[in-house]
């Protein structure tokens, strides 16, 4: 539904009222994770620098960057060092759901200038780059790799890593199964199984909103990346790229958004999974406050849209305690994890933190 049909009352929250909502969230997690080293066990045991957690932390950099409390890095530390500062599986690993951690070993990094927090990861690329596989052939892998590579960019200035993070980057948009990426439309297809003629109930496309909100949270990231460093014509030729498909991508996630202020899980087809959902939503807000801010966005079309998400996020979403409700579980489509409800705990809680974090810290910085 298009934005201008939305109608509310103007914004009054504070940066001090998102800061403490952030806080109480966040310390709803540490809390129920005390030891940052524990395994996960949903079915099964993994490692806690899974992707889901990985996740989290992204958002736990995000919160130190609004409210530097060392009680954040010594959560962070404790969890990297336990796993010696290396990507799930090894430094041997092409998987991009194991490099999402290195996102957070690399903030590290460029905090303290700690090798063991950089050393390994770079290994970790410059393998995959020597071998040319491990293509990213969902769009979630776009956000967990991405940024790992332009981060290595900004840290070292070779612009091997950002080369090849594009590389991957436009294969996905382009080439995998026709493109992922619909440029008329400004929506990502997840993967090769819902490109059509797979569509919806009705007939439309099949958009899943932390699909898109995945692919628009690791193009913010790039971009910033990107731009920490003077630009030559190769690197300028990425970013304008990337600045296309965000500015493409923020005008159709705006059509979507529900008169509440929150994104359906399907975003073009709300009779088919319609419904309150977080992650999506918190992902939106992290890009939609970031573009305004950097000037890539128009305020006057778009800050209204992010003082809804947050007040619908902090006031439906949030429970008194901290925990997040209207968090799809992990899957790949509208229909995973369904039904997504106020009350139900979803399989996995930190990567819905994490976005809320990523979300909540780019919307403080907006406000203030």
Same mark, same amino acid.
């Given at each position: 539904?298009?934005?201008?049909?939305?109608?509310?009352?103007?914004?009054?929250?504070?940066?001090?009222?998102?800061?403490?909502?952030?806080?109480?969230?966040?310390?709803?997690?540490?809390?129920?994770?005390?030891?940052?080293?524990?395994?996960?066990?949903?079915?099964?045991?993994?490692?806690?620098?899974?992707?889901?957690?990985?996740?989290?932390?992204?958002?736990?950099?995000?919160?130190?960057?609004?409210?530097?409390?060392?009680?954040?890095?010594?959560?962070?530390?404790?969890?990297?060092?336990?796993?010696?500062?290396?990507?799930?599986?090894?430094?041997?690993?092409?998987?991009?759901?194991?490099?999402?951690?290195?996102?957070?070993?690399?903030?590290?990094?460029?905090?303290?200038?700690?090798?063991?927090?950089?050393?390994?990861?770079?290994?970790?690329?410059?393998?995959?780059?020597? /071998?040319?596989? *491990? @293509?990213?052939?969902?769009?979630?892998?776009?956000? =967990?790799?991405?940024?790992?590579?332009?981060? #290595?960019? $900004?840290?070292?200035?070779?612009?091997?890593?950002?080369?090849?993070?594009?590389?991957?980057?436009?294969?996905?948009?382009?080439?995998?199964?026709?493109?992922?990426?619909?440029?008329?439309?400004?929506?990502?297809?997840?993967?090769?199984?819902?490109?059509?003629?797979?569509?919806?109930?009705?007939?439309?496309?099949?958009?899943?909103? /932390?699909?898109? *909100? @995945?692919?628009?949270?690791?193009?913010?990231?790039? =971009?910033?990346?990107?731009?920490?460093?003077? #630009?030559? $014509?190769?690197?300028?030729?990425?970013?304008?790229?990337?600045?296309?498909?965000?500015?493409?991508?923020?005008?159709?996630?705006?059509?979507?958004?529900?008169?509440?202020?929150?994104?359906?899980?399907?975003?073009?087809?709300?009779?088919?999974?319609?419904?309150?959902?977080?992650?999506?939503?918190?992902?939106?807000?992290?890009?939609?406050?970031?573009?305004?801010?950097?000037?890539?966005?128009?305020?006057?079309?778009?800050?209204?849209?992010?003082?809804?998400?947050?007040?619908?996020?902090?006031?439906?979403?949030?429970?008194?305690?901290?925990?997040?409700?209207?968090?799809?579980?992990?899957?790949?489509?509208?229909?995973?994890?369904?039904?997504?409800?106020?009350?139900?705990?979803?399989?996995?809680?930190?990567?819905?933190?994490?976005?809320?974090?990523?979300?909540?810290?780019?919307?403080?910085?907006?406000?203030?």
């Amino acid at each position: 539904m298009a934005i201008s049909a939305l109608t509310g009352h103007a914004q009054t929250t504070t940066a001090d009222d998102v800061l403490a909502t952030a806080r109480r969230v966040n310390a709803y997690f540490t809390t129920k994770h005390p030891d940052p080293t524990t395994p996960t066990f949903v079915r099964r045991e993994r490692s806690s620098n899974l992707w889901t957690r990985a996740v989290y932390y992204e958002g736990l950099m995000a919160l130190y960057g609004i409210d530097p409390q060392e009680a954040y890095l010594d959560y962070t530390d404790q969890w990297g060092d336990f796993h010696q500062w290396t990507p799930r599986d090894g430094v041997r690993t092409m998987n991009a759901d194991n490099q999402c951690c290195a996102q957070t070993y690399l903030d590290r990094y460029q905090m303290t200038g700690n090798n063991k927090m950089f050393a390994r990861v770079r290994e970790n690329l410059d393998l995959q780059m020597q /071998r040319k596989v *491990g @293509w990213w052939t969902w769009v979630d892998a776009i956000q =967990m790799a991405m940024p790992v590579y332009t981060k #290595m960019y $900004r840290i070292t200035g070779d612009k091997r890593y950002a080369n090849h993070a594009m590389k991957m980057y436009t294969w996905t948009r382009d080439t995998l199964a026709g493109g992922l990426f619909n440029e008329r439309e400004g929506l990502w297809w997840r993967d090769k199984d819902y490109v059509p003629p797979y569509c919806e109930a009705d007939g439309t496309n099949c958009y899943w909103s /932390r699909g898109c *909100g @995945w692919a628009y949270a690791a193009i913010v990231k790039a =971009m910033d990346d990107l731009s920490s460093r003077p #630009m030559d $014509r190769d690197i300028r030729r990425h970013y304008k790229q990337l600045r296309k498909d965000f500015r493409r991508m923020s005008r159709a996630l705006l059509a979507c958004q529900r008169t509440d202020g929150l994104w359906n899980p399907s975003l073009v087809c709300p009779a088919n999974y319609g419904g309150k959902e977080l992650t999506g939503t918190a992902l939106f807000l992290y890009g939609m406050s970031w573009g305004i801010r950097e000037g890539h966005l128009s305020a006057k079309r778009y800050r209204k849209a992010c003082d809804r998400a947050w007040t619908a996020m902090a006031n439906d979403c949030v429970h008194p305690n901290g925990f997040l409700g209207y968090v799809q579980g992990t899957g790949k489509e509208p229909a995973s994890a369904q039904p997504v409800t106020y009350d139900r705990v979803p399989d996995f809680e930190d990567f819905g933190t994490g976005c809320f974090l990523l979300g909540a810290a780019e919307y403080y910085k907006l406000v203030k």
